[in-house]
Protein backbone atom coordinates (compact mmCIF):
# COMPACT_ATOMS: atom_id res chain seq x y z
CA UNK A 1 0.00 0.00 0.00
CA UNK A 2 0.97 3.28 -1.12
CA UNK A 3 2.08 5.10 2.23
CA UNK A 4 2.21 9.40 2.45
CA UNK A 5 3.65 10.22 5.97
CA UNK A 6 3.27 14.14 6.95
CA UNK A 7 5.54 15.27 9.86
CA UNK A 8 2.76 16.19 12.28
CA UNK A 9 -0.83 16.06 12.52
CA UNK A 10 -1.34 19.55 14.76
CA UNK A 11 1.20 22.62 14.99
CA UNK A 12 0.86 25.45 16.73
CA UNK A 13 3.48 28.15 15.74
CA UNK A 14 3.38 31.95 16.36
CA UNK A 15 3.34 34.52 13.68
CA UNK A 16 6.42 35.55 11.97
CA UNK A 17 8.34 32.15 12.60
CA UNK A 18 9.61 29.93 9.83
CA UNK A 19 7.22 26.59 10.08
CA UNK A 20 8.92 23.59 7.75
CA UNK A 21 6.09 20.82 6.70
CA UNK A 22 7.48 17.67 6.42
CA UNK A 23 5.95 15.03 3.68
CA UNK A 24 7.34 11.37 2.74
CA UNK A 25 6.14 8.84 0.48
CA UNK A 26 7.48 5.23 0.31
CA UNK A 27 6.44 4.25 -3.37
CA UNK A 28 8.62 5.94 -5.37
CA UNK A 29 6.43 8.68 -7.02
CA UNK A 30 7.34 11.32 -9.23
CA UNK A 31 4.62 13.86 -8.46
CA UNK A 32 3.93 15.67 -5.18
CA UNK A 33 1.94 18.36 -3.99
CA UNK A 34 0.75 20.85 -1.62
CA UNK A 35 -2.32 21.98 -0.68
CA UNK A 36 -4.62 23.88 1.61
CA UNK A 37 -7.74 23.22 2.85
CA UNK A 38 -10.34 25.64 4.10
CA UNK A 39 -14.09 25.66 5.07
CA UNK A 40 -15.96 26.38 2.13
CA UNK A 41 -13.08 26.65 -0.34
CA UNK A 42 -11.89 22.83 -0.74
CA UNK A 43 -8.35 22.09 -1.26
CA UNK A 44 -6.21 24.69 -3.35
CA UNK A 45 -2.96 23.79 -4.75
CA UNK A 46 -0.35 25.77 -3.16
CA UNK A 47 2.73 24.03 -5.27
CA UNK A 48 3.95 20.62 -6.51
CA UNK A 49 6.71 19.21 -7.86
CA UNK A 50 6.84 16.64 -10.82
CA UNK A 51 10.57 15.22 -10.03
CA UNK A 52 13.93 16.17 -7.62
CA UNK A 53 14.31 19.75 -7.18
CA UNK A 54 11.84 21.07 -9.81
CA UNK A 55 8.70 22.46 -8.62
CA UNK A 56 6.16 25.11 -10.28
CA UNK A 57 3.43 27.30 -8.66
CA UNK A 58 -0.30 26.27 -7.89
CA UNK A 59 -2.65 28.46 -7.32
CA UNK A 60 -1.67 30.20 -4.17
CA UNK A 61 2.04 30.08 -3.83
CA UNK A 62 2.14 33.34 -2.18
CA UNK A 63 3.86 33.14 1.18
CA UNK A 64 4.95 29.83 0.54
CA UNK A 65 8.41 28.08 -0.92
CA UNK A 66 9.05 24.04 -1.22
CA UNK A 67 11.77 22.40 -1.36
CA UNK A 68 12.40 18.44 -2.98
CA UNK A 69 15.67 17.22 -2.53
CA UNK A 70 15.07 14.03 -2.23
CA UNK A 71 12.06 12.06 -4.58
CA UNK A 72 10.49 10.62 -1.73
CA UNK A 73 10.24 14.09 0.68
CA UNK A 74 8.08 17.20 -0.34
CA UNK A 75 8.84 20.52 2.24
CA UNK A 76 6.09 23.06 2.24
CA UNK A 77 7.90 26.27 4.23
CA UNK A 78 6.25 29.13 5.64
CA UNK A 79 9.39 31.72 5.87
CA UNK A 80 7.02 33.97 7.75
CA UNK A 81 3.96 32.70 9.29
CA UNK A 82 0.95 34.78 9.51
CA UNK A 83 -2.27 34.26 10.88
CA UNK A 84 -3.85 34.23 8.12
CA UNK A 85 -2.30 30.44 7.36
CA UNK A 86 -3.51 28.87 9.67
CA UNK A 87 -5.39 25.87 7.91
CA UNK A 88 -5.21 22.27 6.63
CA UNK A 89 -2.57 21.25 5.09
CA UNK A 90 -2.42 17.93 3.03
CA UNK A 91 0.33 16.48 0.75
CA UNK A 92 -0.14 13.61 -2.02
CA UNK A 93 1.61 11.92 -4.43
CA UNK A 94 1.00 10.13 -7.57
CA UNK A 95 2.64 8.28 -10.49
CA UNK A 96 1.35 8.36 -13.86
CA UNK A 97 0.14 5.01 -14.80
CA UNK A 98 1.28 3.49 -18.61
CA UNK A 99 -0.39 4.28 -21.55
CA UNK A 100 -1.42 7.55 -20.94
CA UNK A 101 -4.48 7.22 -18.83
CA UNK A 102 -6.10 10.27 -17.06
CA UNK A 103 -6.28 8.09 -14.10
CA UNK A 104 -3.64 9.14 -11.45
CA UNK A 105 -5.16 8.51 -8.17
CA UNK A 106 -3.68 11.06 -5.84
CA UNK A 107 -2.42 9.65 -2.38
CA UNK A 108 -3.18 11.64 0.54
CA UNK A 109 -1.27 11.81 3.64
CA UNK A 110 -3.32 12.52 7.09
CA UNK A 111 -3.02 16.33 6.81
CA UNK A 112 -1.24 18.51 9.22
CA UNK A 113 -3.84 21.35 11.10
CA UNK A 114 -1.28 24.66 11.20
CA UNK A 115 -2.53 27.02 13.80
CA UNK A 116 -0.54 30.52 13.57
CA UNK A 117 -0.99 32.78 17.09
CA UNK B 1 -10.53 27.09 -16.84
CA UNK B 2 -11.38 24.24 -15.05
CA UNK B 3 -14.19 24.20 -12.62
CA UNK B 4 -15.33 21.58 -10.19
CA UNK B 5 -19.35 23.00 -8.42
CA UNK B 6 -19.97 20.73 -5.60
CA UNK B 7 -24.23 23.23 -4.81
CA UNK B 8 -24.96 21.15 -1.48
CA UNK B 9 -22.71 22.20 1.12
CA UNK B 10 -24.41 19.83 3.16
CA UNK B 11 -26.77 16.59 3.40
CA UNK B 12 -28.98 14.57 5.12
CA UNK B 13 -29.30 10.93 4.93
CA UNK B 14 -31.21 8.14 7.26
CA UNK B 15 -29.32 4.76 7.49
CA UNK B 16 -30.22 2.74 4.90
CA UNK B 17 -31.40 5.13 2.62
CA UNK B 18 -29.65 6.34 -0.88
CA UNK B 19 -28.36 9.59 -1.56
CA UNK B 20 -26.71 11.75 -4.31
CA UNK B 21 -23.94 14.34 -3.90
CA UNK B 22 -23.98 16.53 -6.97
CA UNK B 23 -20.77 17.49 -9.15
CA UNK B 24 -20.94 19.49 -12.21
CA UNK B 25 -17.58 20.40 -14.24
CA UNK B 26 -16.58 22.55 -16.52
CA UNK B 27 -14.05 21.89 -19.36
CA UNK B 28 -12.78 22.57 -23.02
CA UNK B 29 -10.97 19.09 -22.60
CA UNK B 30 -11.87 16.03 -24.59
CA UNK B 31 -9.79 13.87 -22.47
CA UNK B 32 -9.71 13.33 -18.26
CA UNK B 33 -10.30 12.08 -15.30
CA UNK B 34 -13.23 12.51 -12.42
CA UNK B 35 -12.69 11.58 -8.79
CA UNK B 36 -14.52 11.43 -5.64
CA UNK B 37 -12.87 11.44 -2.52
CA UNK B 38 -14.28 11.03 1.23
CA UNK B 39 -12.88 12.99 3.90
CA UNK B 40 -13.74 12.09 7.45
CA UNK B 41 -13.27 13.91 10.36
CA UNK B 42 -9.77 12.18 11.07
CA UNK B 43 -8.62 14.27 7.98
CA UNK B 44 -6.94 12.08 5.71
CA UNK B 45 -8.47 11.95 2.03
CA UNK B 46 -9.72 8.63 0.65
CA UNK B 47 -10.17 7.72 -2.92
CA UNK B 48 -13.79 6.33 -3.97
CA UNK B 49 -14.16 6.42 -7.43
CA UNK B 50 -13.15 7.19 -10.52
CA UNK B 51 -14.44 8.01 -13.93
CA UNK B 52 -12.53 8.79 -17.53
CA UNK B 53 -13.86 10.85 -19.61
CA UNK B 54 -14.13 8.18 -22.39
CA UNK B 55 -15.64 5.56 -20.48
CA UNK B 56 -18.85 4.45 -21.72
CA UNK B 57 -19.99 2.66 -18.73
CA UNK B 58 -20.45 4.38 -15.33
CA UNK B 59 -17.82 3.55 -12.79
CA UNK B 60 -18.87 1.12 -9.81
CA UNK B 61 -17.25 0.54 -6.43
CA UNK B 62 -19.05 -1.46 -3.99
CA UNK B 63 -21.63 0.67 -2.70
CA UNK B 64 -20.86 3.76 -4.44
CA UNK B 65 -21.89 4.78 -8.15
CA UNK B 66 -20.76 7.54 -10.42
CA UNK B 67 -23.94 8.79 -12.24
CA UNK B 68 -21.94 10.40 -15.80
CA UNK B 69 -23.57 12.56 -17.79
CA UNK B 70 -21.29 14.02 -20.13
CA UNK B 71 -23.47 15.98 -22.54
CA UNK B 72 -24.40 17.36 -19.04
CA UNK B 73 -21.01 17.85 -17.24
CA UNK B 74 -21.69 16.09 -14.44
CA UNK B 75 -20.62 13.36 -12.44
CA UNK B 76 -22.92 12.74 -9.48
CA UNK B 77 -21.79 10.25 -6.86
CA UNK B 78 -24.41 8.13 -5.16
CA UNK B 79 -23.78 6.10 -2.11
CA UNK B 80 -26.69 3.34 -1.81
CA UNK B 81 -27.73 1.64 1.72
CA UNK B 82 -25.85 4.34 3.69
CA UNK B 83 -24.23 3.96 6.55
CA UNK B 84 -23.38 6.05 9.76
CA UNK B 85 -19.88 5.80 8.62
CA UNK B 86 -20.67 7.31 5.90
CA UNK B 87 -20.53 10.60 7.84
CA UNK B 88 -17.84 12.51 6.13
CA UNK B 89 -17.02 15.74 3.98
CA UNK B 90 -17.04 14.45 -0.23
CA UNK B 91 -15.20 15.87 -2.48
CA UNK B 92 -15.69 16.13 -6.49
CA UNK B 93 -12.37 16.58 -8.50
CA UNK B 94 -10.89 15.96 -11.65
CA UNK B 95 -7.73 16.13 -13.87
CA UNK B 96 -7.42 16.84 -17.58
CA UNK B 97 -5.64 14.18 -19.23
CA UNK B 98 -2.68 16.51 -20.16
CA UNK B 99 -2.31 18.07 -16.95
CA UNK B 100 -0.73 17.21 -13.28
CA UNK B 101 -3.19 18.53 -11.17
CA UNK B 102 -6.10 17.88 -9.61
CA UNK B 103 -8.84 20.90 -9.57
CA UNK B 104 -11.40 20.53 -6.24
CA UNK B 105 -14.69 21.03 -5.70
CA UNK B 106 -15.79 22.88 -2.48
CA UNK B 107 -17.29 19.54 -0.53
CA UNK B 108 -20.31 18.52 0.62
CA UNK B 109 -20.62 17.71 4.17
CA UNK B 110 -22.91 14.38 4.14
CA UNK B 111 -24.54 13.40 7.52
CA UNK B 112 -25.92 10.08 8.26
CA UNK B 113 -28.37 9.72 10.89
CA UNK B 114 -30.28 6.62 12.10
Known amino acids: DVKVTQSSRYLVKRTGEKVFLECVQD?????MFWYRQDPGLGLRLIYFSYDVKMKEKGDIPEGYSVSREKKERFSLILESASTNQTSMYLC????????????????FGPGTRLTVL | AQKITQTQPGMFVQEKEAVTLDCTYDTSDQSYGLFWYKQPSSGEMIFLIYQGSYDEQNATEGRYSLNFQKARKSANLVISASQLGDSAMYFC???????????FGTGTRLQVFP
Open chain 1, 27 to 31: MDHEN
Open chain 2, 93 to 103: AMRAHNTDKLI
Open chain 1, 92 to 107: ASFSYLPGGSSYNEQF
